[in-house]
Every structure is written in C-alpha cells, then in structure tokens.
Nanobody, 122 residues
Framework: QVQLVESGGGLVQPGGSLRLSCAASGFTLDYYAIGWFRQAPGKEREGVSCISSSDGSTYYADSVKGRFTISRDNAKNTVYLQMNSLKPEDTAVYYC???????????????WGQGTQVTVSS
C-alpha cells in the first residue's frame, strides 16, 4: 500500500524551530520529487518547498526562503523540512506529496500524506 506519513508538527513559539518528516511506505521516494505544501484555515493550499529526484535541486517559496530547508534521506525513505525562525503566519497544516518534477502546481502531485499541524503562537 502506497502511503506518505507526515510527522513532527506541534505548537512552537515564534522564533522557534520544528523539523517535519515525510516517510514513505510501499514505494521508494528516490524516484520522485517531493513537495511540501501548507494550508491555513480559510486559505488555499500553497507550495512551501520541493526537492527534485534527479539532482536534489531544492526550491522554496519566497515566504520561507532562508528559514526552511528541505532534505532527503533515501536510505530512510524520508524527506525532511527543517523550519527555523518560525512566525505566526507559518501556522497551517503541512502536507508532503510526490511528483515527477518540482512545481507549485497541485495537480502535478500524485500521492499526498494526511498532513501535520504546525501552530506558531506565544
């Protein structure tokens, strides 16, 4: 069974850090680009970051550039999103998803995880 499972979300104060994980089962992540998206209440889902399968190129939304870092550990079949200097506006449910190549187009992604809640608040 193909499955993506996000973890690592939680409540953190502004300026704090979290590391999200996206673990795959039933298939190998090596062959996929992996995107991280987020959706805040009342807002559309938006792209946050992506890492390609071919050369490991990384992409970030302007709103998180310099604060978030995406990486992959193929041996663990897991992709990570390190989030530093978190702001209240980063509060959202974070999802990972697979695609053939990186883009911000939601329709280009095939498999999605169930999401993990990130809340940034004092």
């Amino acid at each position: 069974q193909v499955q993506l499972v996000e973890s690592g979300g939680g409540l953190v104060q502004p300026g704090g850090s979290l590391r999200l994980s996206c673990a795959a089962s039933g298939f190998t992540l090596d062959y996929y680009a992996i995107g991280w998206f987020r959706q805040a209440p009342g807002k559309e889902r938006e792209g946050v970051s992506c890492i390609s399968s071919s050369d490991g190129s990384t992409y970030y939304a302007d709103s998180v550039k310099g604060r978030f870092t995406i990486s992959r550990d193929n041996a663990k079949n897991t992709v990570y999103l390190q989030m530093n200097s978190l702001k209240p506006e980063d509060t959202a449910v974070y999802y990972c998803a697979t695609a053939r190549w990186c883009s911000w187009y939601l329709g280009g992604y095939d498999y999605w995880g169930q999401g993990t809640q990130v809340t940034v608040s004092s």
